[in-house]
């Protein structure tokens, strides 16, 4: 069992940034592969971008690619979003979630054991 708690979410103007922080507790944390998803009002839950057990491995949606890094420090059990040039249509609840699959990444959200309660991300424009 791995429980996830985001944060680091707020309130933002576009062009502005923010970073996305996922602690992990419980089951060793460097086995997963993790995922960060979200979902605006109204919107089904979509991929934003993935990362694997090492680091070694990342993909990103198309929507955030060059604007959004993923990566993980597996010694503090936490996995980060680094989202730049932010822009409204990035509002949305954003999740994370760790695949116990660790050495692949997936996009998939059902491929995910584990999710987060996740955190709200507003982009003013």
């Known amino acids: 069992q791995v429980q996830l708690v985001e944060s680091g979410g707020g309130l933002v103007q576009a062009g502005g940034s923010l970073r996305l922080s996922c602690a992990a507790s419980?089951?060793?944390?460097?086995?997963?592969?993790m995922g960060w998803f979200r979902q605006a009002p109204g919107k089904e839950r979509e991929f934003v971008a993935a990362?694997?057990?090492?680091?070694?491995?990342?993909y990103y949606a198309d929507s955030v690619k060059g604007r959004f890094t993923i990566s993980r420090d597996n010694a503090k059990n936490t996995v980060y979003l680094q989202m730049n040039s932010l822009k409204p249509e990035d509002t949305a609840v954003y999740y994370c979630?760790?695949?116990?699959?660790?050495?692949?990444?997936?996009?998939?959200?059902?491929?995910?054991?584990?999710w987060g309660q996740g955190t709200q991300v507003t982009v003013s424009s």
């Open positions: 990362i694997n057990w090492s680091g070694g491995n990342t």
């Open positions: 979630a760790a695949d116990e699959g660790g050495y692949t990444v997936v996009t998939g959200s059902s491929m995910y054991d584990y």
């Open positions: 419980g089951r060793t944390f460097s086995v997963y592969a």
